[in-house]
């Protein structure tokens, strides 16, 4: 796995979620999964190597939510609230979203949300978000 060889050791894996596609509905179900990264990387040289990973296996950015071969986030490092040209941590979008929450909280539920001091399971509990996410065996 490339970002294992260029990153860090990967110390936990999520299962693989089917999910409905997010902000543009219109399009075929995304496969997500989280992963626990330890890393000697900053969080903006992550970034940057996450970015090339993706070009390399064929992500082509041509319109927001539209249908890709790849999408890798950084969803936490750390507790760290940051902010750069390159990267937003903890991922902004982490609350709102159920195929991101559904993983992390097999990994990490009791996880504390560094902005909004909440845990991981709580934010799931209170996401909006209803669109379909199913664990793949």
Not at 62 to 67: A, I, R, V
Not at 70 to 92: E, M, N
Not at 104 to 131: F, G, W
Request: hydrophobic share 40%; glycine share 2%; aromatic share 6%.
């Amino acid at each position: 796995m490339l970002v294992h060889e260029r990153c860090g050791s990967i110390s936990k894996e999520s299962s693989v979620y089917e999910t409905a596609a997010w902000g543009q509905t219109s399009q075929a179900a995304f496969l997500n999964k989280v992963i626990v990264l330890q890393t000697a990387l900053s969080p903006d040289d992550l970034m940057k190597t996450l970015l090339q990973i993706e070009q390399e296996l064929g992500r082509v950015r041509t319109e927001k939510y539209g249908p890709r071969t790849i999408d890798l986030d950084i969803l936490f490092y750390d507790d760290l609230i940051y902010h750069s040209a390159v990267v937003t941590l903890p991922h902004p979008s982490i609350q709102d979203r159920r195929f991101v929450l559904i993983p992390l909280t097999e990994l990490s539920p009791r996880k504390i949300h560094p902005v909004y001091k909440k845990t991981i399971n709580t934010l799931l509990k209170e996401c909006a978000d209803q669109l379909a996410v199913k664990k793949l065996a």
